[in-house]
Nanobody, 115 residues
């Protein structure tokens, strides 16, 4: 089992920045893959960014160059630094962890981009 707790969401103006955090209940060295997803109202959940145990990252085309995912192993935490936010980035952001063949999810954190 892996419990995930996201934080850092909020309301921000277009062009602003936010940093999301996802704290895991076990060492992230043991987690094969961690990722951030988002789901906007009326839309399917989509992968935003992911990071492997070795630190290799992957990003959706829509966020490349604006979002950066990183990990802090000693804190069992991954982050999503979001810069140059757009209205279309408004969504609930979820953290996921792939552990022993099972995907675990956090409860989500709301990100709202509005002027």
């Amino acid at each position: 089992q892996v419990q995930l707790v996201e934080s850092g969401g909020g309301l921000v103006q277009p062009g602003g920045s936010l940093r999301l955090s996802c704290a895991a209940s076990r060492s992230i060295f043991s987690i094969t893959f961690m990722a951030w997803h988002r789901q906007a109202p009326g839309k399917v959940r989509e992968l935003v960014a992911g990071i492997s145990t070795s630190g290799i990252t992957t990003y959706a085309d829509s966020v490349k160059g604006r979002f950066t995912m990183s990990r802090e192993n000693v804190k069992n935490t991954v982050y999503l630094q979001m810069n140059s936010l757009k209205l279309d980035d408004t969504a609930v952001y979820f953290c996921s962890a792939r552990y022993q063949g099972v995907t675990f999810w956090g409860q989500g954190t709301q990100v709202s981009v509005s002027s």
